[in-house]
């Protein structure tokens, strides 16, 4: 009697894996690489505009340069989420704290966190 609710339990089990919503450890990895993404636009946009810079000036460097600003994810916890409608992934509500040059901002966010593939969990963050 055991072995035919435990043949039926298995697949069920596997099956609902594939499908269960991200934990915490793997949200967070997925919103740090968009941190650090969205980091290295700015650096690359930032580069663009000191050579639009130099350039206005003559070929010049600019007298002086604002350090690099460093920003991190220092703080991650997980909310609720839903399974997202009409695409891949869940929802998920998180609350998330940000530093930026020493300056900390926490701040209550969504994102579809989703994978594409085989790849590791990715994260759209809704815009507020």
Not at 42 to 71: C, D, I, N, V, W
Not at 84 to 103: I, K, N, R, S
Request: glycine share 10%.
């Amino acid at each position: 009697m055991l072995r035919p609710l435990l043949a039926l339990a298995v697949p069920c089990l596997l099956l609902t894996a594939c499908g269960d919503e991200p934990d915490e450890a793997a949200m967070r990895t997925a919103v740090e690489k968009r941190v650090e993404a969205e980091q290295h636009q700015m650096r690359q946009m930032r580069q663009t505009m000191s050579g639009m810079a130099s350039g206005l000036a003559g070929g010049r460097p600019a007298a002086t340069q604002a350090p690099e600003p460093s920003l991190r994810l220092v703080e991650f916890r997980k909310g609720s989420c839903r399974e997202a409608q009409g695409q891949p992934g869940h929802m998920c509500d998180f609350t998330m704290t940000v530093e930026l040059d020493g300056a900390r901002n926490t701040s209550n966010a969504s994102g579809r966190f989703f994978k594409a593939g085989s790849g590791p969990l990715e994260v759209e963050i809704a815009r507020r």
